[in-house]
Nanobody, 115 residues
Framework: QVQLVESGGGVVHAGGSLKLSCAAS????????MGWYRQAPGRQRELVAG???????NYADAVKGRFTISRDYAENMVHLQMNSLKPEDTAVYYC?????????WGQGTQVTVSS
């Protein structure tokens, strides 16, 4: 059974930075696409950033230039470096993995950006 465990959330002032990490229970080489999603209260879950096994990355327009997604094959982890955080970035952030037709979610980690 594939498991994803997020860490790194917390409370930060606007303009600050946080780095989220997602540890996978299997080798990243077995995972086609990994991504970070977020869900703010009263809103739908939305894609923040994704990275494919080939290294292609994509970002939501709202985070382009501020967030960076990366994969660490040695540690089987995916990271999301978040800089210049804004209050509107406040949400629960979820790690996601797609393995063929299987989609796996982590439990989420809270990010709160105070103004």
């Amino acid at each position: 059974q594939v498991q994803l465990v997020e860490s790194g959330g917390g409370v930060v002032h606007a303009g600050g930075s946080l780095k989220l990490s997602c540890a996978a229970s299997i080798s990243l080489s077995s995972i086609h696409v990994m991504g970070w999603y977020r869900q703010a209260p009263g809103r739908q879950r939305e894609l923040v950033a994704g990275i494919s096994s080939g290294g292609s990355v994509n970002y939501a327009d709202a985070v382009k230039g501020r967030f960076t997604i990366s994969r660490d094959y040695a540690e089987n982890m995916v990271h999301l470096q978040m800089n210049s955080l804004k209050p509107e970035d406040t949400a629960v952030y979820y790690c996601n993995a797609r393995i063929d037709l299987l989609i796996v979610w982590g439990q989420g980690t809270q990010v709160t950006v105070s103004s």
